[in-house]
């Protein structure tokens, strides 16, 4: 029996718009389950789920940060990096307003508007990495040259979990 294609989200769209090659999988997502339980259903190293985290800063512009999945973002280094004097993970809603994706299946692609991306330097230096593919429970397999359609500023702002 054939295996279905999956519905094509914007972010898939976006991908296949640049003739960006990619693989995507599925599993089955787990609510505040995190790139953990996305790495142990797929079988991968958590440090290649690249999770796509959608920030604020102290006066509400928004922007997006990829990053390891075993990382944390340390905001007092992101927000020196950025020259300002906070920032902060948006809410919910808000990150759903900013990008047109629900909480959990952002992806960087096709956001609902060009949002500033920073993406920590380890990323580039995968040879491959999974990112959310624009739902729940669907990821894309990319290499790092495919960020590049993002306009990405590297950074170096990652801390260790916990």
């Not at 999988?25 to 190293?45: D, H, I, M």
């Not at 299946?105 to 959310?132: A, D, H």
């Amino acid at each position: 029996m054939a295996k279905k294609k999956p519905a094509l989200t914007t972010a898939l769209r976006m991908l296949d718009a640049h003739g960006i090659s990619y693989t995507t999988l599925e599993y089955a997502y787990e609510e505040k389950g995190g790139t953990r339980q996305t790495a142990e259903c797929l079988g991968v190293p958590e440090h290649q789920v690249v999770k796509t985290l959608v920030m604020e800063t102290e006066t509400g512009d928004p922007f997006i940060v990829l990053m390891h999945g075993d990382r944390e973002v340390s905001t007092k280094s992101m927000a020196r990096h950025l020259g300002c004097k906070s920032v902060k993970p948006c809410d919910a809603r808000d990150a759903t307003r900013h990008t047109n994706y629900v909480f959990g299946g952002t992806s960087p692609f096709g956001t609902r508007k060009k949002l500033p991306v920073y993406v920590e330097s380890g990323i580039l230096q995968l040879p491959w990495f999974l990112i959310n593919g624009g739902r729940r429970g669907f990821q894309v397999k990319l290499t790092p040259d495919a960020l590049a359609i993002l306009e990405p500023e590297t950074v170096e702002v990652s801390q260790a979990a916990g």
